[in-house]
């Protein structure tokens, strides 16, 4: 079985901290995706990368930045975390255009 | 550019009753659709995918989804209702060539004793 996971389930951070994400995929896939998830939203896209050190923005990419450095991980960094970037946020990964598995989720509440 | 409308953001149902949770999508090309479920505090889990084979795809625990391209629709059934079901529900659509993968912004389910 695919096994995508996230290095948080919870997290509380103050505005302005420095916060990183981590997501580990355990199947050699070569795409990986960090949504947020919102009531209402469904998921958007924040960043997407097809490959190491390669990244794509998403629809959201505003206040986020991303890194590859190897096939397994993929990290979500948010410089300067801000109240309105409390939320769920799902890591996925997928074999070139197959079909995406998540993570658990980390739910993160920025003071 | 592809979109979907989920139709219902909240649905509920009795044990042992049928579920319908709908889904409308637009695409310019060829999509592909899936259907995934969301359990509380948890991550999605995928229940179904169409990529233009059978137009009746049968998927995990019971459900079910019909691809009917000239009603834009692929709606989620299962014909009975159990308490387990009791989620958030994601119809997503992607183009069959990359993995820009569109979702609906969710369906409750309720299920009632």
């Known amino acids: 079985d695919v096994k995508v996971t996230q290095s948080s389930r919870y997290l509380v951070k103050r505005t302005g901290e420095k916060v990183f994400l981590e997501c580990v995929q355990d199947m050699d896939h070569e795409n990986m995706f960090w949504y947020r998830q919102d009531p209402g939203l469904g998921l958007r896209l924040i960043y997407f990368s097809y490959d190491v050190k390669m990244k794509e923005k998403g629809d959201i990419p505003e206040g986020y930045s991303v890194s590859r450095e190897k096939k397994e991980r993929f990290s979500l960094i948010l410089e300067s975390a801000s109240t309105n970037q409390t939320s769920m946020y799902l890591c996925?990964?997928?074999?070139?255009?197959?079909?995406?598995?998540f993570g658990p989720g980390t739910r993160l509440t920025v003071l | 550019a592809q979109s979907v409308t989920q139709l219902d953001s909240h649905v509920s149902v009795s044990e042992g009753t049928p579920v319908l949770l709908r889904c409308n999508y637009s695409?310019?090309?060829?999509?592909?659709l899936f259907w995934y479920v969301q359990h509380p505090n948890k991550g999605l889990q995928l229940l179904l995918k169409y990529t233009s084979a059978a137009t009746l795809v049968k998927g995990i625990n019971g459900f079910e989804a019909e691809f009917k391209k000239s009603e834009t629709s692929f709606h989620l059934t299962k014909p009975s209702a159990h308490m387990s079901d009791a989620a958030e529900y994601f119809c997503v659509v992607s183009l069959t060539y990359n993995n820009d993968m569109r979702f609906g912004a969710g369906t409750r389910l309720t299920v009632k004793p």
């Open positions: 996925a990964s997928s074999r070139h255009t197959d079909t995406q598995y």
């Open positions: 695409s310019s090309y060829s999509p592909s």
